[in-house]
Each structure stands twice: as C-alpha cells, then as structure tokens.
C-alpha cells in the first residue's frame, strides 16, 4: 500500500514554456498533497501543501503565480510551472498523506526531473 | 515546526549494525518523528515513524527517549544497498508539514 506515482519522470522543456507535473496516489485517498523540490546535493525544500477542494498553502518566497498547483480529487495534483526559465531546472518531488492507516505519514513519489533550455 | 539535526555522514561496513542519532529539542506534543531513506534521483522512501519508546518494523528500529527530545534510527547488519541519505523528520500532527535538514549520508564499505 501506499503507492505515490508521478508523471512525466522527466521532462524537457524550451525556455518560456509552461510544464504540468501530475502527482497521484494509487491505493490510497489523499487528503493531503505537498511538493518540493530538490537542487543537486540539496535537500528537499518544501514548496507548497495542498488540500482537497482547497487552495494551496505556499511556503514563504515560491510564486504562486509561476508554481500553479491543483488538487481537484482525492487522488490527483498537478503542478504547473508557468514560463519555466532555466533556473527553474530542478527534481521536483510529491508526496501526498491521506486518511486512517495513511493519517501522519507522508508517501512520495519518485520525483520528476525538469530541465529547461 | 521542530528542527532536527543528525550527524552528516557516517560510515559503515557490511554486516554491521548501525545507529543513526537525531535531536530535535523543540519537538511538540502532537509531532511525531519519522525517517525516510533517499537514493539519489528518487523520491525519499518512508522507513519508520513513531511517537514515543520502541518501534520496530520488518527494516529498522526507532528509539525514542521518553523527553523525545531525539531518536535513533537503528539498521541491522547494513549492506552495500543501504547506502543512501537518511532523513530524520519531525512532522507536526496538526499540519502534516515536514521540513528537511542536510540528512546523513551513510556509506557502507564492502
């Protein structure tokens, strides 16, 4: 159980475009989905938490504009990162928490590598 | 939320049993602590979660002090695959929020 998948595992993309990531959790109902991101050698950094039905909660200095995040079911959140620039190359990683045994604990996908020419 | 911090690497060799320490003074009532594993360009891998005393699963234990004020990851008899970064987190009960430190790279030595 507790399965997290992410789509596209990587991508490419021209300056000025926009990409769409998609976060689902597979076996279970996610009430709560958070994404980060992770430069080389770094850390995770925490971008945002979103609820169901609800607008996502951005961490202090993310965009909200340019990191555009959805959780329209209790399966599913995108992030769209608006007129992507270089320095927006990163591995972006979901993890989502849910309800009963899934309460507490947050299971991640396995990350999404973004480049941009 | 609580700020953990844990040895930046470690270590070890094959077959041995090795324990990874991590302080967080400030935790709160309703945090839990939990460590995760993370290979490089993968999404961290859960491992074990707890509150308080003992936790053991099928790959590590967790001790935890009864002040919580730190924990320790233990992972018996290592092999080479456990070389990875380790992450000790506390998550606050009320918001689900976790925030990263550096981790602890382990590396295991044939």
């Known amino acids: 159980g507790a399965v997290v998948s992410q789509h596209p595992s990587w991508v490419i993309c021209k300056s000025g475009t926009s990409v769409k990531i998609e976060c689902r959790s597979l076996d279970f109902q996610a009430t709560t989905m958070f994404w980060y991101r992770q430069f080389p050698k770094q850390s995770l950094m925490l971008m945002a938490t979103?609820?169901?039905?609800?607008?996502?909660?951005?961490e202090q200095g993310v965009e909200k504009d340019k990191f555009l995040i959805n959780h329209a079911s209790l399966t599913l959140s995108t992030l769209t990162v608006t007129s992507a620039h270089p320095e927006d190359s990163s591995f972006y990683i979901c993890?989502?928490?849910?309800?009963?045994?899934?309460?507490?604990?947050?299971?991640f996908g396995p990350g999404t590598r973004l480049t941009v020419l | 939320l609580a700020k953990t911090t844990q040895p930046i690497s470690m270590d070890s060799y094959e077959g041995q049993e090795v324990n990874i320490t991590c302080s967080h003074n400030?935790?709160?009532?309703?945090?839990?602590i939990t460590w995760y594993q993370q290979f490089p360009s993968q999404g961290p891998r859960f491992i074990i979660q707890g509150y308080k005393t003992k936790v053991t699963n099928e790959v590590a234990s967790l001790f935890i002090p009864a002040d919580r004020k730190s924990s320790t990851l233990s992972l018996p008899r290592v092999s080479l695959s456990d070389t990875a970064v380790y992450y000790c987190?506390?998550?606050?009960?009320?918001?689900?929020?976790?925030?990263f430190g550096q981790g602890t790279t382990l590396q295991v030595k044939p």
């Open positions: 979103s609820n169901e039905g609800s607008k996502a909660t951005y």
């Open positions: 987190l506390v998550s606050s009960g009320n918001t689900g929020k976790l925030i």
């Open positions: 400030n935790i709160a009532t309703n945090d839990y």
């Open positions: 993890s989502a928490s849910g309800t009963g045994d899934f309460t507490d604990t947050q299971y």
